[in-house]
């Protein structure tokens, strides 16, 4: 080995880059500690007057302060773990020699089939990975190490590419926890950083492949059930999460083309879950229509007749029926007046008739009918 070799000459630079580790040596720690501090004291008098509720019997008061000691102790939790977080960063760590750091490069050769170091950039190839039967294929993992240097060096220094691809549906996302190139470590975010600073390279590699063949669910930018897209519930075809709608009122995924708004109040749903109306070419929602009760056509609810249950041309054929109709009887109505004022006038005509030609017999029998009642 000589020093034209490039790990040689990696590990010399890396040397000087981790020889002067730059800690902020400001006044943040005392800060954090006395945040820690305040809370540990919150919580001894929160202590202190449970055990007085409990003693005097207070139930309201005892419920009340074991919700406060609760959240007090998660703050605690939460105070120290920045804290320490704070230590890990600031405090001056042993640089490493030359030979451990050698080790280091030498230890990725036997970790992974290929590693390569070219122009301050160490990259090695990981085996294909295969997270929940999705197959991602392999990655290369790229640590330029120029940037190894400040206190914030952490996962993102880390350049990570797909080397064939198979990203999620409808997005250039190539692994759950690997967005433009960059990790998302998850857990593994402190350990990672403190490999880093500490020189560990290959544990900081190994780290970096562990959590590229570990699938967190509740952390990943597209998860492994979606990756492959879903079939849209109208027309089937495979859409990603990013263009896909959700119809609440058949609760079904369905894609760009199977979605659309209801004409007639504006809401968005699946297209099965809308019908036209053909006369006013409106599409309607479950809400927004109606079935005529004559022609039995779908009719949106702004032209349709509630009263009477009609599309807007079979209220309109029925209002025409009711007016002729009421036309018709009103002409039989007058045929009969006319028919009734004939008789009548016949009947008067024979009347009179009768009168004249009858008169004197009528006369007669009045006549003869006076002298019976007289
Ligand atoms: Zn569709
Ligand atoms: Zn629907
Ligand atoms: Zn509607
Ligand atoms: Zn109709």
Redesign the pocket.
């Known amino acids: 080995m000589t020093r034209h070799d490039p790990f040689l000459r990696t590990a010399i630079r890396l040397q000087g880059l981790l020889a002067h580790p730059h800690h902020t040596g400001d006044d943040s720690i005392e800060q954090r500690a006395a945040t820690v501090q305040g809370y540990a004291e919150a919580l001894v008098k929160l202590l202190t007057l449970w055990s007085r509720c409990q003693k005097r019997g207070w139930h309201v008061g005892s419920l009340h302060t074991i919700q406060r000691l609760h959240m007090t102790v998660r703050m605690l939790q939460q105070a120290v773990a920045d804290a320490n977080h704070h230590v890990e960063r600031v405090v001056p760590r042993r640089a490493p020699v030359l030979r451990e750091l050698l080790g280091e490069l030498l230890q990725l050769e036997e970790e992974f089939t290929k590693v390569t170091i070219d122009r301050g950039v160490i990259s090695v190839i990981t085996e294909p990975v295969e997270l929940d039967d999705v197959y991602l294929g392999s990655f290369q993992i790229e640590l330029p190490i120029a940037q190894l240097v400040g206190d914030r060096v952490g996962s993102d220094v880390f350049q990570i590419i797909a080397i064939e691809p198979h990203p999620a549906t409808g997005s250039d996302v190539v692994h759950p926890h690997v967005r433009d190139g960059r990790l998302c470590a998850g857990d593994a975010t402190v350990p990672l950083a403190s490999a880093l600073r500490d020189g560990r390279l290959s544990d900081a590699f190994l780290t970096v492949r562990s959590v590229l063949n570990t699938y967190n669910g509740s952390s990943a930018y597209v998860p492994l059930h979606d990756w492959n897209g879903i079939a849209c519930a109208n027309c089937e075809s495979i859409v990603s999460e990013d263009d896909r709608f959700y119809c609440e009122r058949c609760r079904s995924d369905v894609c760009n083309d199977c979605y659309a708004t209801c004409d007639v109040c504006g809401e968005g749903c699946c297209t099965s879950c809308l019908e036209k109306d053909r006369r006013s070419n409106r599409l309607c929602c479950g809400e927004c229509r109606h079935r ?6 779908i ?1 949106d609810s702004d032209s349709f007749d509630d009263e009477l249950a ?2 807007p ?2 209220r309109d054929e029925r209002e025409r029926e009711e007016q002729e109709q009421q036309q018709t009887e009103e002409i039989h109505d007058d045929d009969n007046d006319d028919h009734n004022g004939a008789e009548r006038t016949t009947a008067d005509a024979v009347e009179l008739a009768g009168q004249s030609a009858d008169g004197p017999i009528t006369g007669g029998a009045a006549e003869a009918a006076e002298p019976v009642s007289a």
């Open positions: 005529c009760g004559g022609c039995s056509r009719v009609l599309c041309e079979c």
